[in-house]
């Protein structure tokens, strides 16, 4: 189906589900009404026929009445779970009418100096990572920022691109996953918390005999209590061993206060942590990509993830119990109760001392995975990159810029059948340079992330980008524009210097100096870029620059974009055409703003 169709009926189905949620949840409360009245009414018309009677209704209407409390939570988690699908699917149709700003912009994953993270719009507002970003994790975030940062490994390309194709077949499944996780966000925290407290040594558990003194000293203390009970101990041994008992449960409770301070906050996660994994446990994967992600799920004793992470969880929520002031007393002294939950939470720890990161860096994979599986099943029209062998080659028709509307976008074409030629674009002011620097580019870096590409047909070679097209000043640092551009063209010809395989971007060379010095750098530069066969576009206003084609005719493509006037009208059709760039339109603009222009 297609997405819109299908998130418009998804919709529908989602909203009509709620709808009788929402009636169940009403009938639960009448039934746990219902309940209550019975056992009272139990106590007046079945009092008279013995104890026995009302006892046995009691408990029977009783364990109806938690079954329905079970059954009513059961039901607000599918309340709350189908709200968040319905926000989910609004999101997406906003997204695909070109309203993609409430998903999160990844302004946090701004490098300071990055080689084209800050030209090619790749986080902040109206971003590429804002555009198909779809994790709820902050491991999720970060692993997608990473790929959209640097290039896969070049084995991983291809099994990247089949286990994105096999998850954008599956958006329900991305969406349940999606709704478990806005439950309560993972954060690195959490993972900071585990990390620090996994770093501690244990307290009690080195010390073996509490392995035996856990279950002998609660069966002393019963033992007593019992034998008090019945007459067969006097007050002064009852009362002494309440006060020996009390002293080892304050002191106990001494030790396991800061460590459950510290992991007590973190419990929501852990639940949220253990409900997604689960969710990527249970589903059945073909791409071995994804299978092998899946098998991090398992421990060495061929135990689930899940239910690991579910155990630490259920061992926090009775050590909650410590704040209980009628029941922490009695649990303490009776059982040893925090004595009890903090030998098995350090048993836990010797056991998952090393799956942690496992668990934190493979769901965020799964999340950075879907994200891009999101974008294949909302832009069926994208097709997958084929990865050629060799340094360097691109070629492509009907590429486009992601972030511009369909409507809206000129697709256009790219050509360069090996390193060593260079593609120079001219072109009229506002023509389409630099979006199509920006398309090109854009494009490159998502093939290199295992992604879908705006084009109809891609083929490149496995490569790093660079690119030098939005330079500015810096008042911190006391940098000047073109010292920032001088400092970043350096970081460029040090690559190539290196023989590193980089794929260069350039928009308006040296633009902060003088017209002779820019031509006579920019033509430099270029004739070394040609030197040691780098791969690169470079767009220019220096129409001058083409005519480095007449001495290496082999290494210059020519490529343009125009401009058609019509009195003082222009007119950009934003279509690249091989050739120079003969058409200038900056004089009329200046004129339309209002600059009185001299004939000489």
């Known amino acids: 189906m297609e997405p819109i169709p299908f998130y418009q009926k998804r919709l529908e189905e989602l909203q009509a589900q709620l709808k009788l949620l929402q009636q169940r949840k009403s009938s639960f409360a009448w039934l746990r ?39 009513d939570l059961n039901n607000q988690f599918k309340i709350d779970h189908t709200h968040h699908l319905i926000h989910i699917n609004e999101e997406e149709l906003k997204c695909l009418a070109g309203d993609y700003y409430d998903f999160k912009d990844g302004a946090e994953h701004i490098p300071k100096d990055h080689p084209y993270a800050n030209d090619l719009d790749i986080f902040g507002r109206a971003s590429l990572f804002q555009y198909i970003n779809r994790t709820t994790s902050e491991p999720g975030s970060k ?10 490994e070049p084995e991983l390309i291809l099994p990247k691109q089949k286990a994105i194709k096999e998850l954008s077949q599956k958006p329900l499944w991305i969406q349940d996953l999606q709704s478990l996780g806005k439950k309560n966000t993972i954060t690195f925290s959490t993972k900071r918390r585990l990390d620090e407290w996994m770093a501690e040594s244990p307290v009690f558990i080195n010390f073996k005999p509490w392995k035996w003194l856990r279950y002998i000293l609660p069966a002393i203390i019963l033992s007593i209590v019992t034998l008090y009970i019945f007459d067969l101990v006097g ?17 106990v409770n001494k030790i396991v206060s800061p460590i459950h301070e510290k992991l007590s906050k ?41 239910e690991d992470i579910y155990r630490i969880k259920k061992i926090l929520d009775k050590l909650d119990l410590r704040y209980n002031l009628v029941l922490s007393a009695p649990l303490n002294i009776l059982l040893l109760w925090n004595l009890q939950q903090v030998l098995d939470l350090e048993k836990w720890k010797s056991a998952q001392q ?22 294949n099943f909302n832009q069926p029209g994208w097709i997958f990159p084929t990865i050629v062998p060799g340094y360097f080659s691109i070629s492509g028709k009907e590429i486009g810029h992601p972030l511009i509307a369909q409507n809206k976008r000129v697709n256009n074409f790219i050509d360069i059948p090996e390193n060593g030629e260079l593609m120079l674009v001219t072109g009229s002011n506002m023509a389409g340079k630099s979006t199509y620097l920006r398309s090109i580019g854009v494009n490159v870096v998502l093939a290199m992330a295992g992604a879908p590409v705006c084009a109809t ?60 010095d820019r031509h006579t750098g920019s033509k ?39 401009v058609q006037v019509s009195g003082e009208e222009l007119y950009f059709d934003y279509r690249l055409k091989p050739g120079v760039c003969n058409s200038l339109n900056a004089s009329i603009l200046m004129k339309k703003i209002g600059i009185e222009l001299m004939d000489n």
């Open 524 to 562: 430099a530069l270029i004739k070394q870029l040609i030197k040691h066969k780098a791969a690169a576009i470079i767009a220019t206003h220096d129409l001058e620059l083409a005519e480095i084609k007449n001495a290496t005719p082999s290494n210059i493509l020519n490529y343009h974009f125009d």
């Open 33 to 71: 009404l219902g309940a209550i009245v019975a056992i009272i009414a139990v106590f007046y018309l079945l009092f008279s026929f013995g104890f026995i009677y009302v006892a046995l209704a009691t408990i029977l209407l009783l364990y109806i009445f938690i079954r329905l409390i079970y059954a």
């Open 354 to 375: 090393h799956n942690i990161n496992t668990w934190f860096d493979t769901l965020g994979t799964f999340e950075a995975l879907s994200s891009f599986a999101i974008l």
């Open 235 to 251: 007050n002064s041994i009852f009362y002494l061993s309440l006060f020996i008992f009390a002293a080892i449960a304050y002191q």
């Open 266 to 306: 973190i419990a929501g996660e852990l639940n949220t942590l253990s409900e997604e994994i689960a969710h990527i446990e249970k589903e059945k994967f073909e791409s071995s990509f994804l299978k092998k992600l899946q098998s991090g799920f398992l421990n060495d004793a061929n135990k689930k993830a899940s």
């Open 143 to 152: 692993k997608l920022a990473d790929y959209l940062k640097s290039p896969s």
């Open 457 to 516: 047909h891609f083929n490149v070679s496995y490569v790093q980008m660079i690119s030098s097209m939005r330079i500015t000043d810096n008042l911190e640092e006391s940098t000047s524009t073109f010292y920032a551009e001088l400092k970043k063209l350096k970081s460029i010809i040090e690559k190539v210097n290196a023989g590193e395989k980089v794929f260069i971007l350039l928009d308006e060379i040296l633009r902060g100096t003088n017209s002779l």
